[in-house]
């Protein structure tokens, strides 16, 4: 198994395998020259020529399977990427993060599906996501709770990935010559029911004239080509469309746990999200965040896990590649939505934040009276 570098599933994949031909290659040039000097010998041409034979094909063999080991294993790649969401004790909602795509997007997605489902809102406050763990009165151990919010949270986490897969491969596919051939198109009616056991994807995705919100909408002429619609206080409708490759398939295993088998390889999407908290800078939840009282906000740690297992046909397919490299692009539009590291240096953040320092400090010199963080911290301790 390999971790993936910076690099794509699909490009580091294929420069392993031109590697791998480009070393049998120079394997099969070397075993020439060398069958041809061993020719020239006398004593070996008294060998059977059977013993030779089987000798040589032994031979073979063993630097074939050699060279090809490490291709081998390099077949199953994994990347993590980690970002985080913010949560208010205060309204026991989640906070967008502005220019953070994932934060707005599921945000948007919880407060939608709120507005349309009021017994979703109802499960979502009374667990709580700051209810991470009970505690037992008399033993006083601590054991994980099982919250209907972090189901919640799965799903529209879950439904972010099915958005984020049907806009990439869309678009992709729209750039690639003639690729109607070549690709089919699942709408919500065919995707497998168990996809449908993701509240959040039911609800967003069902038809506009089976919704309230959306009734005068699918009255419309041109109903069936709205693909978004946002009506009222938020109530929101998406119609799913995912474009695949022939005979690809997506089947969901479990809440935030996607797979897509296609003919060179299986793709496995799953969200990782265990209550545990992360920290960001203090600085960054009130001045970007606008934090209106201190310790007001959580910072919980979610990811994504994305595991990528090629096929033994891929390594000697002729098939056009171009088909299949919208993992690639996949996985960098997943890292530039989701990844906390990532954000933070598109935002500048620490440049940024090196200049609020120094305003503090230089408002500190001129005016002894205004308090540094440090002490704000000490203050709010005590």
């Given at each position: 198994?390999?971790?993936?570098?910076?690099?794509?599933?699909?490009?580091?994949?294929?420069?392993?395998?031109?590697?791998?031909?480009?070393?049998?290659?120079?394997?099969?040039?070397?075993?020439?020259?060398?069958?041809?000097l061993?020719?020239?010998?006398?004593?070996?041409?008294?060998?059977?020529?059977?013993?030779?034979?089987?000798?040589?094909?032994?031979?073979?063999?063993?630097?074939?399977?050699?060279?090809?080991?490490?291709?081998?294993?390099?077949?199953?790649?994994?990347?993590?990427?980690?970002?985080?969401?913010?949560?208010?004790?205060?309204?026991?909602?989640?906070?967008?993060?502005?220019?953070?795509?994932?934060?707005?997007?599921?945000?948007?997605?919880l407060?939608?599906?709120?507005?349309?489902?009021?017994?979703?809102?109802?499960?979502?406050?009374?667990?709580?996501?700051?209810?991470?763990?009970?505690?037992?009165?008399?033993?006083?151990?601590?054991?994980r709770?099982?919250?209907?919010?972090?189901?919640?949270?799965?799903?529209?986490?879950?439904?972010?990935?099915?958005?984020?897969?049907?806009?990439?491969?869309?678009?992709?596919?729209?750039?690639?010559?003639?690729?109607?051939?070549?690709?089919?198109?699942?709408?919500?009616?065919?995707?497998?029911?168990?996809?449908l056991e993701?509240?959040?994807?039911e609800?967003?995705?069902?038809?506009?004239?089976?919704?309230?919100?959306?009734?005068?909408?699918?009255?419309?002429?041109?109903?069936?080509?709205?693909?978004?619609?946002?009506?009222?206080?938020?109530?929101?409708?998406?119609?799913?469309?995912?474009?695949?490759?022939?005979?690809?398939?997506?089947?969901?295993?479990?809440?935030?746990?996607?797979?897509?088998?296609?003919?060179?390889?299986?793709?496995?999407?799953?969200?990782?999200?265990?209550?545990?908290?992360?920290?960001?800078?203090?600085?960054?939840?009130?001045?970007?965040?606008g934090?209106?009282?201190?310790?007001?906000?959580?910072?919980?740690?979610?990811?994504?896990?994305?595991?990528?297992?090629?096929?033994?046909?891929?390594?000697?397919?002729?098939?056009?590649?171009?088909?299949?490299?919208?993992?690639?692009?996949?996985?960098?539009?997943?890292?530039?939505?989701?990844?906390?590291?990532r954000?933070?240096?598109?935002?500048?953040?620490?440049?940024?934040?090196?200049?609020?320092?120094?305003?503090k400090?230089?408002?500190?010199?001129?005016?002894?009276?205004?308090?540094?963080?440090?002490?704000?911290?000490?203050?709010?301790?005590?």
């Amino acid at each position: 198994m390999s971790t993936t570098s910076d690099h794509g599933f699909v490009s580091q994949f294929l420069a392993n395998r031109s590697w791998l031909v480009e070393l049998l290659l120079a394997a099969v040039l070397m075993d020439l020259g060398v069958h041809l000097l061993a020719a020239a010998v006398p004593p070996l041409a008294q060998l059977s020529h059977w013993f030779v034979l089987i000798m040589g094909i032994l031979f073979l063999i063993g630097s074939v399977f050699l060279l090809s080991r490490r291709n081998f294993k390099s077949r199953h790649y994994v990347r993590r990427i980690d970002g985080f969401i913010t949560f208010s004790r205060s309204s026991l909602q989640l906070v967008p993060v502005r220019r953070y795509y994932f934060s707005e997007q599921v945000v948007s997605y919880l407060e939608a599906a709120f507005i349309e489902n009021s017994a979703l809102e109802t499960l979502w406050k009374q667990s709580s996501l700051a209810k991470q763990f009970d505690v037992n009165e008399d033993s006083g151990k601590m054991t994980r709770a099982v919250l209907p919010a972090n189901l919640l949270l799965l799903e529209a986490s879950e439904y972010y990935l099915l958005s984020r897969l049907s806009l990439t491969l869309t678009d992709y596919f729209n750039r690639v010559p003639n690729s109607e051939d070549f690709t089919i198109s699942l709408s919500r009616k065919d995707v497998p029911d168990v996809l449908l056991e993701n509240r959040i994807f039911e609800l967003l995705s069902r038809p506009m004239d089976q919704r309230p919100a959306f009734v005068k909408n699918a009255s419309q002429p041109n109903a069936s080509k709205i693909v978004m619609s946002v009506q009222g206080k938020g109530a929101r409708y998406e119609k799913f469309d995912l474009i695949l490759p022939r005979r690809a398939s997506i089947q969901r295993l479990g809440p935030g746990n996607v797979t897509i088998t296609t003919e060179l390889f299986s793709l496995n999407l799953r969200i990782l999200f265990g209550g545990t908290n992360t920290v960001v800078s203090p600085k960054f939840e009130e001045v970007y965040m606008g934090e209106s009282k201190r310790n007001d906000f959580m910072q919980f740690q979610i990811g994504v896990r994305l595991e990528v297992k090629f096929r033994l046909r891929s390594m000697i397919s002729i098939k056009s590649w171009r088909f299949h490299k919208w993992l690639d692009v996949l996985l960098d539009r997943i890292d530039a939505d989701l990844s906390k590291d990532r954000f933070f240096r598109d935002i500048n953040w620490e440049s940024v934040e090196t200049m609020l320092i120094c305003q503090k400090q230089m408002e500190r010199a001129s005016n002894p009276s205004v308090k540094s963080d440090q002490e704000h911290i000490s203050d709010s301790k005590n």
